[in-house]
């Protein structure tokens, strides 16, 4: 690993919890739902989520218990079975659900896993249940997503076949554009995991190859890898030279010939620098502070500095594998100062000393820094937009050049009133 200086901190945290995946993974597995244990905080924050940050679709809903049913356990246990009935009824086309534990107190007491294999049994089939924690306490938001894979690994059928396993929610359009490129590497067969649909799981085995779309899947991928999948070692797919390095990694796998690989690469990767550039013109130089949230803090810090200029100050992450981050840390300046946890309070502190062009950060911390002057731009939106890929190298670099943008036009507007 690179020379960076890798810290810890603890104390009050500012972060989403596992719950805020629901938005993106009931958008990826129309077929599947995801009912929330929990009460109405949860409610809400799934509704916000939802409704706020993304169009809501029809099929999009969330159950809660309400809180008297938590005073009691009997209780608790017939309500969900009641919930669960009256939601397969007025929803047949439901395939796989998921039952998603919460923080308060009498949900943690319910074992979930008990009651999943129990609604397994009186539905027979005819749907899948399962469980995953989505708790504040024990998760961050984009944790949630390797909870509800985690928890479907189980369910794969066992293969032999050689292919490429894609794992991590993308966009569908950036999915499609990847899988094209690797098909004209000479590498046929592709899936992804999660699928499309949830009852379409592709089988896994010894002669799997999983490369990870997303950073923040830990767990799923030691399952996967206790199937007998090989994990390659690579850079995350943002920006055009991690997903140069991503591509390749699965292309070095495959034995693929290096010069069919760089000859498909190159005018894509030409024409992304050249797009990249008048962002790059903007954030060239400044000042960079990343507050812990999505764990795609270290990919972004590697885009953002090696291909766009950017000076980092600090990265903060939620949690820190150093095994699946190390090609990412190795890409890194010396010295790079890399936080795992959070005390939000001194993290703050620090960010003011610094005085930072632009900090990455949580929803709930974006305000409070505009209105001390200090540019921000919501990590959460990194989750939501169409960022990995070659292709979109531009966008992303865009989406970081935006604030900055912002802050100068409303500093031209204050000095032309004075
Ligand atoms: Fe529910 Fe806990 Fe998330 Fe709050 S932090 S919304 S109580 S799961």
């Not at 998603?100 to 107190?105: A, F, L």
């Not at 008990?114 to 306490?137: F, H, P, W």
């Not at 899936?191 to 009852?199: I, V």
């Not at 995350?236 to 290096?258: C, Q, Y």
């Amino acid at each position: 690993m690179s020379g960076a200086t890798l810290l810890k901190e603890t104390g009050p945290r500012e972060v989403f919890c596992g719950l805020t995946s629901i938005v993106w993974l009931h958008r990826r597995m129309p077929d599947a739902f995801f009912l929330v244990v929990g009460s109405r905080t949860c409610a809400h924050l799934i509704q916000s989520a939802a409704g706020v940050m993304i169009f809501a679709e029809p099929r999009f809903g969330t159950a809660i218990l309400e809180e008297r049913d938590l005073a009691g356990l009997a209780d608790a246990h017939e309500e969900l079975d009641r919930v669960v009935k009256n939601l397969l009824e007025r929803r047949p086309e439901i395939r796989t659900l998921f039952l998603v534990g919460s923080c308060p107190s009498e949900v943690i007491k319910i074992d979930l896993a008990r009651v999943a294999e129990r609604l397994n049994l009186q539905l027979k089939g005819k749907v899948t249940v399962l469980n995953y924690s989505g708790s504040g306490i024990e998760t961050t938001f984009t944790q949630g997503e390797d909870g509800a894979l985690k928890a479907l690994v189980p369910l794969m059928p066992s293969s032999q076949e050689n292919k490429l396993l894609l794992v991590g929610t993308l966009a569908n359009p950036v999915e499609d554009r990847l899988i094209t490129i690797f098909k004209r590497l000479g590498i046929n067969k592709i899936e992804s995991f999660p699928p499309r649909q949830s009852t379409e799981l592709p089988a896994v085995g010894p002669g799997t190859k999983v490369l990870l779309a997303q950073p923040y899947l830990t767990d799923t991928a030691r399952q996967l890898k206790d199937k007998g999948a090989e994990i390659l070692k690579a850079p995350f797919p943002l920006g055009v030279e991690g997903s140069k390095l991503w591509i390749e990694a699965a292309a070095n796998s495959f034995n693929i010939d290096k010069n069919l690989v760089s000859s498909t690469l190159e005018p894509l990767i030409l024409r992304a620098r050249k797009a990249i550039e008048p962002y790059k013109a903007k954030l060239n130089g400044k000042k960079l502070f990343l507050l812990p949230e999505s764990q795609l803090e270290i990919p972004l810090a590697r885009f953002l500095n090696r291909e766009c200029g950017m000076e980092l100050i600090e990265v903060g992450v939620p949690y820190l594998n150093r095994d699946m981050m190390s090609p990412e840390i190795d890409l890194l300046p010396e010295q790079t100062r890399i936080i795992e946890g959070q005390h939000v309070e001194k993290q703050l502190d620090r960010v003011r000393a610094a005085n930072p062009d632009l900090v990455v950060c949580g929803m709930g911390l974006a305000n409070p820094l505009e209105a001390e002057g200090i540019s921000t731009k919501w990590s959460i939106e990194m989750v939501f937009s169409p960022i990995h890929g070659i292709d979109q190298a531009s966008d992303l670099a865009e989406l970081f050049s935006r604030p900055l943008h912002r802050h100068d036009l409303l500093n031209t507007k204050q000095l032309t009133k004075v």
